[in-house]
């Protein structure tokens, strides 16, 4: 297996902490390099990052929550036993992670407008404000427990992912913060974390 990506994508790391929660091998190409851009160019039409290609089954699946989903399918059991509960029917927890994924995707779309010189207004201010809604929505809402869930896995990637790229101070939401601690202490993505 073949995981394409970045270790400062947020969406990457979801798929290479369950990758290794598994114990699965796979190889790891980091699409900034020319050999990485250029196979992300032939497999993946949209160019987002991840994609896992499974050799074995000349199989693409370039979206973390697909990836998520083909890989609880193949190896459920297997997650249940590492402590995971990532069941696609887990409606409630669906919706949480749907939240976090806006914020998240909100977070990566003003950073990189505001880093190609676009002003902070119109449709641009608006991603910033729906970061600060959506974490001030979560507040409360997400805590850390086992089995971890979809919505957990998401949250805790976006939140490391938040504070390495400064997008907000993070101590205006306590409790966000608190899961921030328990997940850094379970060790979840330890290894994974977001670098350059
Ligand atoms: N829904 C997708 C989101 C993937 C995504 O937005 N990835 C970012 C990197 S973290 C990306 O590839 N951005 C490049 C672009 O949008 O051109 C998923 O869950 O995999």
Same mark, same amino acid.
């Given at each position: 297996?073949?995981?394409l990506g !970045? !270790? !400062?994508?947020?969406?990457?790391?979801?798929?290479?902490?369950?990758?290794?929660?598994?114990?699965?091998?796979y190889d790891f190409v980091d699409t900034r390099t020319t050999a990485g851009a250029t196979l992300l160019g032939e497999v993946a039409p949209l160019g987002k990052v991840p994609v896992l290609v499974v050799d074995r089954e000349g199989l693409v699946l370039s979206d973390s929550s697909l990836i998520t989903d083909w890989?609880?399918?193949?190896?459920?059991?297997?997650?249940?036993?590492?402590?995971?509960?990532l069941d696609p029917a887990a409606w409630?927890?669906?919706?949480?992670?749907?939240v976090v994924e806006g914020i998240?995707?909100?977070?990566?779309?003003?950073?990189?407008?505001?880093?190609?010189?676009?002003?902070?207004?119109?449709?641009?201010?608006?991603?910033?404000?729906r970061v600060d809604r959506g974490l001030?929505?979560?507040?409360?809402?997400? !805590?850390?427990?086992l089995p971890l869930g979809a919505s957990a896995l998401s949250l805790g990637c976006a939140l490391d992912w938040i504070v390495f790229r400064n997008v907000v101070e993070l101590s205006r939401w306590p409790r966000l913060e608190a899961f921030r601690e328990a997940?850094?202490?379970?060790?979840?993505?330890?290894?994974?974390?977001?670098?350059?």
């Amino acid at each position: 297996m073949t995981l394409l990506g !970045t !270790t !400062t994508s947020p969406y990457t790391r979801k798929a290479r902490i369950l990758l290794n929660a598994l114990g699965r091998p796979y190889d790891f190409v980091d699409t900034r390099t020319t050999a990485g851009a250029t196979l992300l160019g032939e497999v993946a039409p949209l160019g987002k990052v991840p994609v896992l290609v499974v050799d074995r089954e000349g199989l693409v699946l370039s979206d973390s929550s697909l990836i998520t989903d083909w890989l609880w399918a193949t190896d459920g059991l297997a997650f249940r036993a590492a402590g995971w509960d990532l069941d696609p029917a887990a409606w409630a927890d669906r919706s949480l992670q749907i939240v976090v994924e806006g914020i998240l995707d909100a977070a990566i779309n003003h950073r990189y407008l505001r880093l190609d010189g676009f002003a902070d207004a119109g449709y641009i201010a608006k991603q910033r404000q729906r970061v600060d809604r959506g974490l001030t929505w979560l507040e409360g809402r997400a !805590t850390f427990r086992l089995p971890l869930g979809a919505s957990a896995l998401s949250l805790g990637c976006a939140l490391d992912w938040i504070v390495f790229r400064n997008v907000v101070e993070l101590s205006r939401w306590p409790r966000l913060e608190a899961f921030r601690e328990a997940w850094t202490s379970a060790g979840v993505g330890a290894g994974t974390e977001p670098c350059e």
